[in-house]
C-alpha cells in the first residue's frame, strides 16, 4: 500500500479523492499497489464529509510522516504551495500537482530538487486538464524535433471568442454569461488577459525545448480588445479569431513565443476547436502535424489526470521518469517584434481613398477587408508579411497621417 | 550503449534507420544511452547504401548475439514475424513492432512472454502511426473507466471517402487515383475492406478493456459498397460517411465492437478528420471525449514513433512497461445484430405511396430523405433505433412486397 496526502481540498483536490475512491479497485489494479489518502490539508472544515478524519490543517504533520510517499498539490497560487512542494521534494516524498503557476513560475528549479534526490515531480494535469500531452511531448516524440507547438489552451476565452462568433455578441455581455454559467470567474483577469494561456504555453515550451521560459519573457495579450468588428472582419477574411499560444525554435537557438488573440483560416486544425474545449497542435519534423483536443478544465478531466500522475510515480517509486529541463536564460526568447508577421488592422479615417494610398506608401501592399454594416470612415486591412516593428513603425507614422488605428490583430499560419 | 537490430528495411524500417542516424544525439540524450543499430535484416541487397556492413539475411545472427537487446520488427505480416518475435522474447531481447497484423492476432500470447521473461513488448505504430494513443491509453487515462473508443483508423479509406465527398466522383475512379498517388496499393483490399481498421480497433480495444478481441470475432464492412447516392443522401442528413471502428463496453462484461462506414453528424468530432488524417475519440468517465488526431501512417511518422518505443525500452530496462491484456474468450463480444441502431436505407421500388407505407409497417416510423437527382422509383430513409436483427428482419420482408434495398449504412453517434 502507498499513502499519499492530497494538499488542498477545493474543485480539482475534491475531485481527486472521489476518483481514488470511486476507482479505488482499478487504480491499485493499473498501479500494482493500494493507493490510500492518508491526508488532505486544508484550513476550511468540512463536517459531514465522508473523509473528515482525513483532514488535517497542518502541513508539518504531511511532511513529518515519513510513511507520506506521494503527496498532491492542488492549493493553486505560488504561495505557500511552492513552499509546501519544495519541502516535500527535499524530505523524500514525489508530488503530483495541478498547478501551472507553480510549474510555469519554478518549474525548473523543482524538477532540479526532484533529480537531486531521485524522486519524481509530475504535472500533465497543469496544462489541457485531461487531455494527456506533457507525456506524448516527452515520450511518444522523443523521435522528432518539435517544430511548432500552438494551442488554445485556455477554454473561458475560447467559449466568449466561440459565442461571440455565433451570436454577435459583445465581449462585455458574453463575459458576464460566462461568469454566470460557472465558466468564468468572478475575477476573470487571468482568462481573459492570457495569463493562463501564458503560463501553459512556458511549460510546453520548457518541456520540448529543454530550457525554463518564465511568463515575464512572453508578449501576452488578451481577448478584452476584441470587437464584433473584428470578427466580422476576420469571417470576411475568411476565418474566426481564437487567442493562441504559440512557440517556435529558430535557427539561432533562440525561440519565438507569444500569446495573442489570432485570425486562423477556417482550414486550421485549431479553428474548429470551439466552446469550452481546448486543441494544442504539436508540429513534429517526423510525424508532421498531431493534434490532442479535449476539455482542458473541469473537475474530473483535471482530477483524472492527477490521479494517472499518482498511478504513473508509483509505478516508478525506482525509475524516475525524464521530465526535466533547464534554467533559463533573459536572451532566450526573441522579441516579438523581430517575429515576421502578417497584420490585420482596423482604423478609421476621414478620407478614404487617401488613407489607402498613405497605408500602401508607409506598409505596401495589402488586403483591403470589407463588412456589411461597415460604420463611415472605417477601413480594415491585412498587411504583408514583415518584421512586426517595422509594421508597427508604419502604423505609429499613419496616426500623423490621418488614420487612427483602432484595433491590430496577428495573423495566424496554423 | 545499446545495440539493436531492425528486421525489415521496407518503408518503415528505413525510417528508422535514419530517423535513428539523423536524431542520433538527441536520442541518446533523452534514452541515457547512446542507440546502436547493429543489425538489419533483409533478404534484399542494398548495394551503396551506407548500412550497406549492417545487413544480414539470416534471423539466427540477430537471435544468437547476445549484446542485441533491443529488435525493431518491422516485417509485417504474421510470418515469419510471429516466429520471429516469439523467438526474440523468449531468448531475452525486448522487441518493438509496428506490426498490427501481429498484434492484433498474437497480441496476448506474445506479452504473456514478454511478461514472463521480464521483457518489454511495445507496439506504439501499430496504431495511428505517429499519433500517440497507445502510451495515452494506457497511462493517462489510467484514473478513467474507458466508456468507448471510435476512430477514423484508416487513411487510404479516409482520403477515398473525403474525395468522393468533395468531388462526387464514384468509389472505382477514386481508389484509382489513391492508387496513382500512392495512398492505396495495387492490392488494396486490406484498405478497402475495413481489415487494416478492424485490426486496429481490435488492439486499442484489447487494451483498454484488458482482454483480447480478436480481428475474426469483429463484425467488419468496408466501403467498397459505397455510391456517390448515399453520399449525397448522407449530406441531405446533415453529415458524412466515414469509415469508423468502435468500441464499447456493455454492462453485461460483453463488448460491442464494429468496423463498418457510418453516417456521422457534421458536428461530430470526427467528421472534420478529412484526407488521409486519422481521428480517434477516447470516452473517458472523467476526462469525457479526447480526441487524437493526425496522420495515422507515412513512413517518418510511423518511424518515430517505432523510434520512441525503443527509446521508452532503453530507459525501462529494468522497470517493465504495463502493458498487457489478457486472452480473449469466444463469447466476449456481443454479435452486432443485437446492437441497437439506426440504419440508413437506400431502395428501390415501383409504388413510392404503397413501398412507404409497407416500409412504415415493418419498420415503423422512418425518416425520409432526398436527394436532387433521385433516379425514378429510388427511395430512401433513417430507421428508428431497435436492434440490429429486427430491422433487418423487417428489410427482408420488404424484399417480398415490391421493396429492393440498394443499400444500408449505420447511423454512428458520435
Request: hydrophobic share 40%; proline share 3%.
Amino acid at each position: 500500500m502507498v499513502e499519499i496526502a492530497v494538499m488542498g481540498y477545493g474543485t480539482v483536490g475534491s475531485g481527486v479523492v472521489e476518483v481514488l475512491d470511486k476507482h479505488a479497485e482499478s487504480i491499485a489494479g493499473r498501479a500494482k499497489e493500494q493507493i490510500h489518502v492518508k491526508y488532505i490539508l486544508d484550513l476550511r472544515d468540512f463536517p459531514g464529509s465522508p473523509y473528515e478524519q482525513k483532514f488535517v490543517k497542518s502541513f508539518d504533520q504531511i511532511l513529518n510522516d515519513s510513511n507520506v510517499k506521494i503527496v498532491v498539490e492542488v492549493l493553486g497560487g505560488l504561495h505557500p504551495a511552492f513552499d509546501y512542494v519544495k519541502a516535500c521534494l527535499e524530505n523524500g516524498k514525489s508530488v503530483v500537482t495541478s498547478n501551472k503557476e507553480l510549474v510555469a513560475a519554478k518549474g525548473a528549479e523543482l524538477l532540479k530538487i526532484a533529480q537531486k534526490n531521485n524522486l519524481n515531480f509530475l504535472f500533465e494535469a497543469s496544462v489541457g486538464g485531461g487531455i494527456p500531452i506533457i507525456r506524448p511531448i516527452s515520450q511518444c516524440l522523443a523521435a522528432n524535433e518539435v517544430v511548432e507547438i500552438a494551442g488554445i489552451l485556455n477554454g473561458t476565452t475560447n467559449f466568449i471568442l466561440t459565442k461571440m462568433i455565433r451570436e454577435k455578441t459583445t465581449f462585455a455581455d458574453t463575459l458576464a454569461l460566462a461568469q454566470r454559467l460557472g465558466y468564468a470567474e468572478r475575477n476573470p483577469a487571468a482568462d481573459i488577459e492570457g495569463l493562463d494561456a501564458c503560463r501553459k504555453i512556458c511549460i510546453l515550451a520548457s518541456l520540448a525545448y529543454g530550457k525554463h521560459v518564465y511568463p515575464e519573457q512572453v508578449h501576452t495579450e488578451g481577448i478584452s480588445g476584441i470587437r464584433l468588428e473584428d470578427i466580422e472582419y476576420a469571417a470576411a477574411w475568411g476565418g474566426v479569431i481564437k487567442l493562441i499560444g504559440q512557440v517556435r525554435m529558430m535557427e539561432n537557438g533562440k525561440i519565438q513565443i507569444i500569446v495573442c488573440p489570432m485570425f486562423l483560416s477556417r482550414d486550421s486544425q485549431l479553428a474548429n476547436v470551439d466552446d469550452v474545449f481546448n486543441g494544442i497542435l504539436v508540429r513534429g519534423d517526423s510525424t508532421g502535424d498531431v493534434v490532442f483536443y479535449g476539455k482542458g478544465a473541469g473537475k474530473f478531466p483535471t482530477a483524472s489526470a492527477v490521479v494517472a500522475d499518482v498511478i504513473d510515480c508509483v509505478k516508478h517509486f525506482k525509475a524516475r521518469k525524464y521530465l526535466f529541463w533547464d534554467d533559463g536564460s533573459p536572451d532566450y526568447v526573441e522579441s516579438y517584434l523581430d517575429n515576421r508577421v502578417s497584420l490585420f488592422v482596423r482604423a478609421s479615417t476621414d478620407h478614404e481613398t487617401l488613407a489607402f494610398q498613405n497605408v500602401e506608401n508607409k506598409l505596401g501592399p495589402v488586403t483591403r477587408l470589407f463588412r456589411g454594416a461597415r460604420e463611415p470612415g472605417e477601413i480594415a486591412f491585412v498587411t504583408r508579411k514583415a518584421p512586426e516593428r517595422e509594421i508597427r513603425q508604419g502604423l505609429r507614422d499613419l496616426s500623423g497621417l490621418g488614420v487612427q488605428i483602432q484595433n491590430v490583430v496577428r495573423i495566424g499560419e496554423l
